[in-house]
């Protein structure tokens, strides 16, 4: 089965080799796109039985297609998910051509019903590689698993049950769009060594015990920060503000590099392995920028609950 692993590995670096020109040392700006998609989805057993959660949908299309359609119109290619074998296959029969279904909906003059999905799926690279169990569970085991691919260039990452809604700009660009600008030489006299940044929502005091909490450091603009630490589901007394950190991160190859070295140290007891205490690591001697998204929300779908919420959000919208 992961023979298919080493596959995708060649492949990918086959062609980020032929772009590796266009990328310089000290580049932030990511060219490739991570996504977590390997939990098994037991909150909504026994649909995930044979469905991958991401496929479940959110309005008129599957949450992993938002995902997509984000990455595509920040400007990012190529893209890995990171699946396990229970949903390997769901998952590339989704991003796979398939013609005898074209097929029939021409012969139903319904082709529309595949045009903004087939548009994406055109415009990425995507690959999907299978998570072993050696890498164990949590944030931090895609990212091992995909570190083949990534090496040490920039990359996006993405949690797969995490959807964002945007208006004007995507979420995921709007991160670009600040690393690009901070990284720039316009701000070279703020002396910032940025290691990355990651999105980050307010929530309600009360549900802060439920999330990773980050604490600023300093302002650089009304909703741009630096970060001093995130924490993991503090108490109410314990949380130093109520902005939480989602799925949505740009990393610098030196985020992997910590990974492996933190990796023993920052498992815990149920072997799962967190990005957070990395993040907040690099942010003790580099800079590593959060952001409160302009004109966007961000809503988890990894229960029922929350996913009934997610699509409140998409009937307020896009339905009139």
């Known amino acids: 089965m992961y023979f298919h692993n080493v596959l995708v590995f060649l492949k990918m ?37 044979t469905v991958a959660k991401s496929l479940i949908p959110v309005g008129n299309k599957p949450i992993l297609l938002w995902l997509l359609t984000e990455i ?26 398939d013609k ?43 990212l091992l698993t995909a ?13 797969g049950d995490d959807l964002v809604f945007w208006g004007h700009k995507p979420l995921l660009k709007q991160l670009i769009d600040a690393v690009e600008k901070y990284s720039s030489k316009d701000y070279a006299h703020k002396h910032l060594d940025i290691a990355g940044i990651g999105a980050v929502q307010s929530v309600k005091k009360e549900d802060v015990s439920k999330y990773g909490i980050v604490k600023i450091k300093d302002s650089l603009e ?7 630490y995130v924490v993991e589901k503090p108490s109410i007394e314990e949380a130093p503000s109520t902005l939480t950190s989602f799925g949505r991160f740009i990393f610098t190859g030196d985020f992997i590099y910590l ?23 690099l942010a003790k001697n580099k800079d590593f920028l959060i952001l409160e998204g302009i004109d966007t929300k961000w809503c988890t779908t ?19």
């Open 13 to 49: 670096n086959l062609r980020q080799n032929k772009d590796a020109n266009k990328i310089t040392s000290n580049s932030i700006i990511p060219k490739i796109a991570v996504i977590a998609d390997a939990g098994r989805g037991t909150r909504f057993l026994p649909t995930t039985k």
């Open 72 to 97: 595509r119109d920040s400007g990012i290619r190529d893209v890995l998910i990171v699946a396990s074998k229970h949903n390997f296959q769901a998952l590339s029969n989704f991003v796979e051509y």
């Open 100 to 142: 005898d279904l074209l097929d029939y909906l021409k012969d139903k003059n319904k082709e529309h019903l595949l045009e903004e999905y087939l548009q994406v799926i055109k415009d990425l690279n995507i690959e999907i590689l299978i998570q072993p169990k050696i890498a164990g569970y949590g944030t931090g085991a895609p």
């Open 147 to 159: 570190s083949p691919v990534i090496s040490n260039q920039p990359f996006a990452y993405l949690f």
């Open 222 to 228: 009304d909703n741009i920060y630096t970060m001093d």
């Open 259 to 281: 990974l492996r070295e933190m990796k023993h140290k920052i498992l815990n007891n149920n072997a799962e392995l967190y990005i957070q205490p990395v993040m907040t690591e």
């Open 302 to 320: 990894g229960d029922p609950k929350n996913l009934y919420f997610a699509w409140q959000e998409w009937f307020a919208r896009f339905v009139h």
